[in-house]
């Protein structure tokens, strides 16, 4: 008697339905998924959608501190012993968003090596692109830093297929993640504009043009 081969396990399909001490949830924009000093019990998988992450220090200053976009984790401290979250992570764009109790992502992490294959390369990923943001704030200009983040707010660099429609952020937030001020910021979104690297559409449309520019180390982008 012959037995039914065992379909391969697909960790994006895994994440992607409702199952034990798992969840999908619909987010809208401005929604918060979960705010700093609230317990960390759970892993969240971004279907689709981009999130930022904002921290609060003692002094009431607010820092954004990443943004994350489809196919990315976050939330991930509760496996390293994070009792509290230290960020509150807050939806930009309507998205589809995976929650994995900890000892659901365990378990699976246990059994499945596929999906342990791809968890370990977020994990190694974020660390790169982390290690990636503290060089570009200690030696690039606020232009250049600036022009890496709209690309990579744009997936330009990224396996996937890059989506040069940013949703509307607020040059705040921009102002925030570069480490500089919005009048700044400002300035330089206007700098690309009438260079063609970027145009507004209902957002931020970002075109290779600026790509190039950063790689090539143009005269329009300070060194």
């Given at each position: 008697m012959t037995t039914e081969p065992q379909p391969k396990f697909d960790p994006k399909v895994f994440l992607a339905r409702v199952?034990?001490?798992?969840?999908?949830?619909?987010?809208?924009a401005s929604q918060v998924v979960f705010s700093q000093g609230e317990p960390a019990?759970?892993?969240f998988y971004i279907q689709k959608g981009k999130v930022k992450a904002t921290v609060v220090?003692?002094?009431?200053?607010?820092a954004v501190v990443a943004m994350l976009g489809r196919n990315e984790f976050f939330g991930e401290g509760c496996l390293a012993g994070q009792v509290k979250r230290i960020s509150t992570v807050e939806v930009i764009t309507p998205a589809i968003i995976s929650r994995l109790e900890k000892a659901a992502i365990l378990r699976v992490m246990q059994e499945e090596p596929a999906f342990s294959e791809l968890f370990i390369a977020h994990l190694l990923t974020r660390a790169?692109?982390?290690?990636?943001?503290?060089?570009?704030?200690?030696?690039?200009?606020?232009?250049?830093?600036?022009?890496?983040l709209l690309l990579l707010l744009a997936?330009?660099?990224k396996d996937e297929q890059p989506e040069p429609?940013?949703?509307?952020?607020?040059?705040?937030?921009?102002?925030?993640?570069i480490g500089t001020t919005r009048s700044r910021v400002s300035f330089f979104m206007n700098k690309f504009r009438k260079l063609g690297f970027i145009s507004y559409n209902g957002g931020i449309e970002v075109h290779s043009s600026l790509l190039n520019a950063v790689l090539h180390d143009q005269p329009h982008i300070e060194p």
């Open positions: 199952g034990k001490g798992r969840s999908v949830g619909n987010y809208n019990d759970a892993v220090s003692e002094q009431g200053k607010e790169v692109r982390v290690e990636a943001d503290l060089v570009d704030q200690l030696f690039n200009s606020s232009e250049k830093r600036l022009a890496r997936n330009f660099g429609m940013i949703a509307k952020i607020s040059q705040e937030t921009l102002a925030q993640m």
